[in-house]
T-cell receptor, first 113, second 113 residues
Framework: NAGVTQTPKFQVLKTGQSMTLQCAQDMNHNSMYWYRQDPGMGLRLIYYSASEGTTDKGEVPNGYNVSRLNKREFSLRLESAAPSQTSVYFC????????????FGSGTRLTVV | KQEVTQIPAALSVPEGENLVLNCSFTDSAIYNLQWFRQDPGKGLTSLLLIQSSQREQTSGRLNASLDKSSGRSTLYIAASQPGDSATYLCAVSGAGNNRKLIWGLGTSLAVNP
């Protein structure tokens, strides 16, 4: 099925550890996004990539880095995980800046202890 | 600054009822509005997308309307079923150069058999 694939689905990290969340889409979309979802705060944009080769900060970029590896793949890296980064992370993609809407992955549930 | 509010935060109805979920936004200069469904512990599934020039969209038992001038959208669910139980999220995409999604906190719906 066409869509957005995220790996892993679950992860537990110790404070200070690093990890990379992977995201791939097979819809040939230009734009890709990383969101985090926290109770009572809704979804917040971490980083986005409007097109291959470009990345920009969103609302809450501190503590994260991203790489747009190619048109299909957009990864999110936590260099030194903190308990405040415990969250559910969603990757999304869109075409024409969202004119046709956004497609989301199934999420990564990350716990930092 | 665009703000999106969803009322009510939670709703419990008996099976078979028709119901309306509300989404309001403060800036009428939007690109489009999208309704999503989120099941517990799962990702986001797109339900309906309404462009700024449209008044409504329909898919099966779902109907979404948009009134830009009053800053409101409604999601109408006809003949509700237990399988409709989920959180429903509204997201607005800004006009002009700012096409990022602004999210409501969602309405948690429980349809009781």
């Amino acid at each position: 099925n066409a869509g957005v694939t995220q790996t892993p689905k679950f992860q537990v990290l110790k404070t200070g550890q690093s990890m990379t969340l992977q995201c791939a889409q097979d819809m040939n979309h230009n734009s890709m996004y990383w969101y985090r979802q926290d109770p009572g705060m809704g979804l917040r944009l971490i980083y986005y990539s409007a097109s291959e080769g470009t990345t920009d900060k969103g609302e809450v970029p501190n503590g994260y880095n991203v790489s747009r590896l190619n048109k299909r793949e957009f990864s999110l890296r936590l260099e030194s995980a903190a308990p405040s980064q415990t969250s559910v992370y969603f990757c999304a993609s869109s075409e024409l800046e969202g004119y046709y809407g956004y497609t989301f992955g199934s999420g990564t549930r990350l716990t930092v202890v | 600054k665009q703000e999106v509010t969803q009322i009510p935060a939670a709703l419990s109805v008996p099976e078979g009822e028709n119901l309306v979920l509300n989404c309001s936004f403060t800036d009428s200069a939007i690109y489009n509005l999208q309704w999503f469904r989120q099941d517990p512990g799962k990702g986001l599934t797109s339900l309906l997308l309404i462009q700024s020039s449209q008044r409504e969209q329909t898919s099966g038992r779902l109907n979404a309307s948009l009134d830009k001038s009053s800053g409101r959208s409604t999601l109408y669910i006809a003949a509700s079923q237990p399988g409709d139980s989920a959180t429903y999220l509204c997201a607005v995409s800004g006009a002009g150069n700012n096409r990022k999604l602004i999210w409501g906190l969602g309405t948690s719906l429980a349809v009781n058999p």
